[in-house]
């Protein structure tokens, strides 16, 4: 199997699961909102983003640097899984101990701060099972991943229908919550040990020394990763209410389901491969950045358009009625979509040639860009301007990417990529906007016609291109 064949088997492991959990998950999230209304799921919301606020503690960057250092070295791993294990269970009562702390100097009612307490420990099970899934992620078995992930999202949705139906509530969901999690450790832990490796019963306190300063940088690009995307919540959360939390929410959760659902498993497929090219060749990795990038964004354009178009129809169809007003934050927040893909893919690369102090620098920067801004417009524009925030901010973070590969790697002239799809996108946009009020799966299968279309009139595809799609197809073939 070469290289771009391999590939396309990860990316299509990690995709079907991603697909498939993301669109169990997001039917579920809309049966929450819809239960629980407005102000209800607006607190589900909160605890989730909140918890997550400090769940970086419980891993400080270790799984992505394990994915790193074992793509290059397997040898590793024998050791890396007793001493990292070990580590984690010390990290997670440091990460519940700022849970209890912060939650309740906030000041919030019993019954926010009770689910807070549930979401944290849902989290750190979390922490604990990706760091598994990374050890399979470095060695390029993603059907294993996909298999975790997908176990995980089925018993969170087959039992969160069932306590909720019951009449459980928010409580008794999140315990749902916890108990998915803690099966996908026991499963992931298990998978290990059974498939790839048996850890080696010593403690090596150097290691410890090595791990923990070497994941630094990557837990500190996390911690500012996961303010980039939670801390609008839990802003909207104290400075407005439950509600605009919720109407906020419901307009974001879908748009970054799907950036979510094609970042990481590209990413998770291309990282390995990436790190390899930077040791063995440099040129190579220049050419597959520029390509995977050029894929993102064609993929990225439509969508925004898309939803920027039938945001009434999608809302509509996703809530009803009820959630009108998340209309306008969702035409807003479609337009990350595609800067949110290229932008998965150069902050990748920067990891990939050892610049993650680098790249966290840069999203430290862009949440910090996020938090000033979320703090001057949400008193006055509440939920619209946590979603004008969130799209200035990709923007920044983009653009602080493409300097930072320019001066630690390579010029990378991506802005020519964006010309075509977005004409094309452009010329969907109008067409779909004329017949918007015909049957919605209609509209779009025809929005997706028309879109590539356009792209292969204006020769948006290389003889590279088809060289890669012959490539993949007989991996499937064959």
Not at 88 to 111: E, G
Not at 198 to 216: A, D, E, G, M
């Amino acid at each position: 199997m070469n290289s771009v064949q391999r590939i396309a088997k990860n990316v299509g492991m990690s995709g079907i699961s991603q697909i498939f959990t993301s669109l169990l998950v997001f039917v579920f999230l809309i049966y929450i909102a819809r239960y629980f209304g407005e102000a209800g799921f607006g607190v589900f919301s909160f605890a989730l983003s909140f918890s997550a606020l400090f769940v970086v503690f419980a891993d400080i960057g270790i799984s992505q640097f394990v994915i790193r250092e074992i793509a290059r070295d397997k040898n590793l791993t024998n050791e890396y899984i007793t001493n990292i294990s070990i580590i984690k269970v010390l990290l997670s009562f440091l990460t519940f101990a700022l849970i209890i702390l912060f939650i309740n100097l906030m000041h919030y009612p019993s019954n926010v701060v009770y689910l807070v307490y549930i979401f944290g420990i849902y989290a750190i099970l979390t922490s604990f099972s990706q760091f598994f899934m990374s050890i399979f992620q470095a060695f390029e078995k993603m059907e294993y991943v996909a298999f975790l992930t997908v176990i995980e999202k089925i018993i969170i949705v087959l039992f969160g229908f069932l306590v909720i139906f019951w009449g459980y509530g928010l409580d008794g969901l999140a315990y749902i919550y916890v108990l998915a999690g803690g099966i996908n450790v026991i499963i992931s832990f298990s998978l290990v040990l059974m498939k790839l490796s048996k850890p080696l019963p010593r403690i090596n306190f150097l290691l410890w020394k090595t791990i923990t300063i070497k994941s630094i940088p990557f837990g500190l690009n996390t911690v500012a990763s996961v303010l980039f995307f939670k801390i609008d919540t839990v802003l909207l959360s104290f400075m407005k209410d439950a509600t605009a939390v919720g109407v906020y929410n419901a307009a974001y959760n879908p748009l970054l389901s799907f950036g979510t659902i094609v970042s990481t498993m590209v990413v998770s497929a291309i990282y390995p491969v990436m790190s390899r090219y930077f040791i063995s060749s440099r040129d190579s990795l220049e050419t597959f950045t520029i390509l995977i990038s050029k894929y993102m964004i064609i993929i990225g354009f439509p969508v925004a358009m898309g939803c920027f178009v039938l945001a009434n129809q999608f809302i509509e169809l996703f809530y009803g009625s009820s959630y009108a007003n998340s209309v306008i934050a969702f035409q807003i927040l479609a337009i990350f979509i595609p800067i949110r893909l290229v932008s998965s893919i150069t902050g990748t690369l920067l990891t990939s040639i050892n610049k993650q102090g680098i790249r966290t620098f840069g999203v430290t920067l862009a949440a910090l860009f996020n938090i000033f801004l979320n703090i001057a417009l949400i008193p006055s524009l509440s939920y619209v301007g946590a979603s004008i925030v969130t799209v200035l901010s990709e923007i920044f973070l983009y653009f602080l990417y493409i300097i930072f590969i320019s001066n630690y790697f390579k010029k990378l002239r991506l802005y020519n990529l964006f010309i075509k799809p977005l004409i094309a996108s452009l010329i969907m946009g109008i067409l779909v906007f004329y017949f918007r009020e015909i049957n919605l799966f209609l509209v779009t299968l025809f929005a997706i016609l028309s879109y590539f279309i356009v792209l292969m009139v204006l020769r948006t595809f290389t003889k590279e291109d088809k060289f890669i799609f012959k490539q993949i197809l007989g991996r499937f073939i064959n």
